[in-house]
T-cell receptor, first 110, second 114 residues
Framework: QQKVQQSPESLIVPEGAMTSLNCTFSDSASQYFAWYRQHSGKAPKALMSIFSNGEKEEGRFTIHLNKASLHFSLHIRDSQPSDSALYLCAVSQGGRALIFGTGTTVSVSP | EAAVTQSPRNKVAVTGGKVTLSCNQTNNHNNMYWYRQDTGHGLRLIHYSYGAGSTEKGDIPDGYKASRPSQENFSLILELATPSQTSVYFC?????????????FGEGTRLSVL
């Protein structure tokens, strides 16, 4: 059974700083890796996803994937108060159900 | 616009009662999912479906049944609700391949079992 773990559980970052979030997974056959963001009381919304090893950048967001070390990460450049939310990483075997981590709560202080 | 709609948005049920949570998607996605979210546990997969007439057990299926009567609709059924099933439930729909679109979530149903 796939195990997905996130670190840290929570963090506080000053406005304008870099936010770095980590996710590890247990199944080396995993094919799809995603980050979701969830504001309080709202639905999770997909932020970014990646299929193959390496890095992908979209605006202020960068995702890194290293399948050999069973690890991927999300980096948010120039963090804004509106980035304050619960961040969830998710993994699947491609077209199968996403398995989520327990989440990292991010607070960006003005 | 792609959408996943859940009903009801809030529900109070009594212990031992039957509860049905409904989900409708207009995305023409084959795959649909039910998750529950509790503090400290993230999103946990209860049941999922790859198409009309199919249901599969997720990681925490005990105490829940699912029904997929059509492409658009996916229900979660609690035959005998218990207080431990108090939670926020999310439905999602997804394509066969995520490179088309990441799974989309509904706004959630807050269920309290008293």
């Amino acid at each position: 059974q796939q195990k997905v773990q996130q670190s840290p559980e929570s963090l506080i970052v000053p406005e304008g700083a870099m936010t770095s979030l980590n996710c590890t997974f247990s199944d080396s056959a995993s094919q799809y890796f995603a980050w979701y963001r969830q504001h309080s009381g709202k639905a999770p919304k997909a932020l970014m996803s990646i299929f193959s090893n390496g890095e992908k950048e979209e605006g202020r967001f960068t995702i890194h994937l290293n399948k050999a070390s069973l690890h991927f990460s999300l980096h948010i450049r120039d963090s804004q108060p509106s980035d304050s939310a619960l961040y969830l990483c998710a993994v699947s075997q491609g077209g199968r159900a996403l398995i989520f981590g327990t989440g990292t709560t991010v607070s960006v202080s003005p | 616009e792609a959408a996943v709609t859940q009903s009801p948005r809030n529900k109070v049920a009594v212990t031992g009662g039957k509860v049905t949570l409904s989900c409708n998607q207009t995305n023409n996605h084959n795959n649909m999912y039910w998750y529950r979210q509790d503090t400290g546990h993230g999103l946990r997969l209860i049941h999922y479906s790859y198409g009309a007439g199919s249901t599969e057990k997720g990681d925490i299926p005990d105490g829940y049944k699912a029904s997929r009567p059509s492409q658009e609709n996916f229900s979660l059924i609690l035959e005998l609700a218990t207080p431990s099933q108090t939670s926020v439930y999310f439905c999602a729909s997804g394509a066969d391949r995520e490179d088309n679109q990441a799974p989309l979530f509904g706004e959630g149903t807050r269920l309290s079992v008293l």
